[in-house]
């Protein structure tokens, strides 16, 4: 074992642990499987075939975003989301041949 903990961290897991921490609340993880491949979706889409408020669909797409789970873009008074296919891929693939690697 490691004495540093802080060092513990692979630097490939860096950006993959703000993915788990987004991913770790069961809303975000019902928000994200709303999309279908290539969908984009504003807050009010998610938010009519969801049980929360819109504000609070607000803040969860919020959080996705800065984790970079989602993407987005501003297209006249509506924000549109969509999944960060390559960015999620890779992250996965970092943690993957980390594991792979340490056993």
């Given at each position: 074992m490691?004495?540093?903990y802080?060092r513990?961290?692979?630097?490939?897991?860096?950006?993959?642990?703000?993915?788990?921490?987004?991913?770790?609340?069961?809303?975000?993880?019902?928000?994200?499987?709303?999309?279908?491949?290539g969908e984009?979706?504003?807050?009010?889409?998610?938010?009519?075939?969801?049980?929360?408020?819109?504000?609070?669909?607000?803040?969860?797409?919020?959080?996705?975003?800065?984790?970079?789970?989602?993407?987005?873009?501003?297209?006249?008074?509506?924000?549109?989301?969509?999944?960060?296919?390559?960015?999620?891929?890779?992250?996965?693939?970092?943690?993957?041949?980390?594991?792979?690697?340490?056993?």
């Amino acid at each position: 074992m490691r004495g540093d903990y802080g060092r513990m961290m692979p630097q490939e897991w860096r950006s993959m642990s703000r993915v788990f921490a987004a991913l770790g609340d069961q809303h975000r993880q019902r928000i994200l499987l709303l999309f279908e491949p290539g969908e984009r979706l504003n807050v009010g889409q998610i938010a009519e075939v969801s049980t929360l408020a819109r504000s609070t669909v607000s803040h969860h797409l919020k959080t996705l975003r800065d984790a970079e789970v989602l993407l987005s873009e501003k297209l006249g008074k509506e924000v549109y989301f969509w999944i960060n296919k390559s960015f999620l891929e890779q992250s996965l693939r970092n943690v993957l041949s980390y594991v792979e690697e340490s056993t």
